[in-house]
């Protein structure tokens, strides 16, 4: 109690949830409590271990003193002090509370249920020999045995002291075998599949070393545990149909990390030494990739708070119905990208197991996070008793806890100096000594007391988010709801139970000082399993008779679960924010039938950033259904409309960031979008099918990148989201200015489709089913000046002729044809390519200077050029009217030019 400087402070401002209410501030030995001045209000209790960061900001224009506060649950609240003194005191003792030095000063020790909870017996939920005697060992199979090599835990301090290995291995043999895997963590058996006996045993790596050093024991030892089905009761003695050998040993990490680990003298199998299997690398990044992409999220959250209080001229906690969380900085944390390897390879175990009648053996470095992860979620979707309350208790308890998760180091319970900052307030008189003063203070609380906070990392958070996917994709498969791993992921955090407080069994035993948790903390299992908490934590949509392995429904997969580890989301609630902040809207797109919906993310890959709304700060085009001069589109000339849309898309280009200039494969300088952007009125592409065709190649209606398949999406997937919005502003203007176009009357002179020159504005409804000749690129069909083209239309033209070629400036393939590039070059620059007099030509026919009339297809154009060439196609044809020939010498004589 000495660290309490002040223990309540009144009239507080507290800024929470987009309110702020005031109220008074109490300060315990265990809990920060804020209760409200409105009676209604519940009080909030925050947890000193809960706390991740806490800030103290200068003083505000209205004299308050603020403090930030931060949680381990995403939250965020600010407490607004009248005195500045009251601030300084309620953080240092909030600093002094949270930041302890060992394990016993935590709230577990200290907490009592009044009432005591109904349940009982949460302590010994988890019994191996029941548990193990459940699956069949012992009575289904005769191939494993339970030992008590490790009872005392001398032969592997962080494995449990009750093991189930091969029968056939003795415990001599288990002795020498350990000293080949890390930390002595042997091959032991954790699931015994109730379909078909295969095992899904866990271990450590092996100590190969550079020296490729390798254990006959442990060769043994594996080979026996991929050989056990042999000894079942069950199994028939023949082959089964359908059912391969493909005994598994699965490496959660990635390639490059396991071979080196070779160096430190680990490293992973050779799979010269172990008969009958193979091995694969699930490539399931360490614990510091995993710490950092959440706090890259946690970033993104938080920035999102400031912008939001910065905007409404709030404290942090006190404007969050602001949407402006950055979902494409969401993406680039790789958070869903690292869930969606564990599911990857959790699903690669179930296979093996369920469909393959086989065996599989994990590990990581260690064998106490990537390993557990895994394993428990393979387990998870291969029985369907682990999806219920008591058998999802039992497999942490297993899995997690028993194992040797070392939950003491990853949740980081005792807290740091280093979370605690206070900003100094300069009252705007800051010189560069300050600057300097408070950056040195700012690195030198990044690297100070990081010896135990660099240990930690959020496995068995990442494990629930999994747990999470899982309960999302199959909503009615599981006893509990979201509600219950919410509240396992606070409790994991709050230190109010002892579950979790230690890194092994043996310490949970044995304690700290000889404080036994299960002696003096209460047990989170009696918690959940108490009367109150049951009755929230159940899913109403559980059905238990889908598990029904007899079932013969078509639909029936026998209880077993395959994950999809393409469609992964955000945990929404979990981070307090909506389904659209954190996983986008709802992409709307047309078709021929109407709007349809689909959800916003399918996989990984397909990005829902790409719906998002326009930033501020990027200039739009005026909207064609809003613009006076369009409110009648029979009076409106097509012109008018054009210019209107080429202004618009040409503030969107000003807008786009400059690229640097590339290189194609051909060697040949592409230029940038800063010497594309347009600089006069025409902003349609110089021919029918230039633009279109190599920007729509390969573009279909879902394609999430206006650029697909055409060389830049490696360059354009670097940018900004103002780039992304610009073009997603740029195809919705055209969508505007072709709505308002299809009740323009016909002009004179439409083409033998009946569709005149703005047949491509036409409606979708208008076509017939596989006909897209309202998006047919035609020489008749393509419209002359003053129309809109849209060359990002998200249907690929049909072309039924060829049109004159011209150069795609983003594609990374050159047109190849000499004779259509200097056509192309002739027609649309005005200038003549020089021709190379050591080359053969064609005979061409020279004309006169005067602008000359040719028609392309049937159509008539008058260009100025000094001369045209006669190119024999079949789909151009350019004929000359009334031209004179000229003869030209052959100095060279290679024939006429």
Partial sequence: ??????????????????????????????????????????????????????????????????????????????????????????????????????????????????????????????????????????????????TDINKDYTFSPTYPSRLVVPSRISD???????????????????????????????????????????????????????????????????????????????????????????????????????????????????????????????????EADNVAASVTGSLPGEAQQLVVVDRQALRRSGWLRHMSNILEG??????????????????????????????????????????????????????????????????GHLSSDKFFTSLPDTGGTSTSADAAQAFLVSVQNRFASQSHLKETSPCFHQFLECVQQLQRQYPSRFEFNERFLRQLLYHLYSCQFGNFLYNCERERRTGEDGVVPSERAACIWDFFNSTSELEQNKNDAYDPSLDDPSSRDPSADMGVLYPNSKDIRFWHELYGRTEEEMNGRIIVFQTKEGPEFTPPSDSVEDDPVNSISVPAGIPLPPSPARTPNL???????????????????????????????????????????????????????????????????????????????????????????????????????????????????????????????????????????????????????????????????????????????????????????PRQTSLSQDLFDGKPLPLDPTVAHPPRRLESNDSSEFRISGQSHNIGVPYLTAVSDESLVIEQEDQPPSINTDPLGVGFL
């Avoid at 450590?204 to 043994?220: A, C, F, T, Y």
């Avoid at 093996?352 to 009648?357: G, K």
């Avoid at 086989?358 to 590990?363: A, G, K, P, Y």
């Avoid at 992860?373 to 393979?378: I, V």
Wanted: aromatic share 10%.
């Fill in 1 to 146: 109690m000495d660290s309490i400087r002040v223990s309540k402070v009144e009239k507080v401002l507290c800024g929470k949830s987009g309110g702020a209410h005031y109220g008074s501030l109490h300060l315990t030995a265990h809990h920060l409590i804020f209760r409200y001045e409105d009676s209604k209000k519940e009080e909030m209790w925050v947890p000193y271990p809960l706390i991740s960061l806490v800030l103290k900001l200068p003083q505000t224009l209205h004299g308050q003193s603020p403090l930030t506060f931060h949680t381990r649950m995403f939250e965020t609240f600010s407490l607004s002090f009248e005195k500045e003194r009251d601030a300084i005191d309620v953080f240092e003792s909030v600093k002094e509370l949270t930041v302890c030095t060992s394990v016993n000063q935590l709230y577990a020790f200290f907490y009592t249920p009044n009432p005591p909870f109904d349940a009982t017996g949460g302590w010994s939920i988890y019994s191996p020999r029941e548990e193990f005697g459940r699956m069949g060992v012992g009575t289904r199979t005769k191939a494993w045995r339970f």
């Fill in 172 to 302: 001599s043999t288990l002795r020498y075998a350990s000293k080949y895997r890390s930390k002595c963590r042997i091959p032991a058996l954790t699931y015994l599949h109730w379909a078909n006996v295969g095992s899904i045993t866990r271990s450590s790596q092996p100590m190969v070393g550079i020296k490729q050093n390798r254990s006959l024991q442990d060769e043994k030892l594996v080979e026996a545990v991929f050989q056990s089905h042999h000894f079942s009761e069950l199994r028939p003695s023949g082959p089964v149909y359908g059912a391969t050998s493909t005994n598994l040993i699965v490496d959660a990490r990635p390639t490059a990390n396991a071979v080196a680990n070779t160096a430190k003298g680990a490293g992973t199998e050779n799979m010269d030494n172990y008969k009958d299997a193979k091995k694969v690398y699930s490539g399931i990044d360490h614990i510091h990739a995993m710490r950092e992409a959440l706090a890259k999220v946690v970033d993104v959250l938080r």
């Fill in 346 to 411: 959790a699903a690669l175990i179930v296979r093996n197991i369920h469909i393959n009648s086989s065996h599989v053996l994990i590990h990581c470095s260690d064998g106490w996070d990537r390993t557990s992860q895994l394993s428990a979620l393979a387990q998870l979707c291969l029985d369907p008793y682990y999806r219920t309350i008591r058998g999802f208790q039992i497999l942490i308890e297993k899995d997690w806890v028993s194992f040797g998760h070392k939950f003491f180091d990853r949740c």
């Fill in 631 to 817: 409110s009648n589109p029979s009076a409106v000339p097509s012109s008018v409309a054009s210019e209107t849309l080429t202004a618009g898309l040409r503030g969107l280009w000003s807008s786009l960031p400059d690229i640097p200039q590339r290189t194609t494969t051909d060697n040949v300088a592409a230029p940038s979008p800063t010497s594309l952007r347009p600089s006069g009125p025409p902003l349609r592409p110089s021919s029918p099918g230039s633009i279109s065709s190599s920007l729509g190649r390969t573009r279909t209606a879902n394609s999430a990148d206006v650029f697909y398949n055409t060389g830049v999406r490696s360059v354009w997937g670097k940018l900004s989201s103002n780039a992304t919005a610009a073009f997603s502003a740029m195809q919705d203007a055209y969508d505007g200015v072709a709505k308002d176009f299809k009740a323009l009357p016909r002009p004179s002179g439409d083409n033998e489709d009946g569709q005149g020159k703005f047949s491509e504005l036409q409606s979708r409804e208008r076509l017939g089913d596989g006909d897209h000749s309202a998006y047919r690129v035609t020489s008749q069909a393509y419209p002359a000046a003053g129309s809109s083209y849209n060359p990002w239309d998200s249907m690929k033209p049909q072309k039924t002729s060829h049109v004159l070629p011209s150069d795609n400036p983003w594609s990374t393939t050159r047109s190849r044809s």
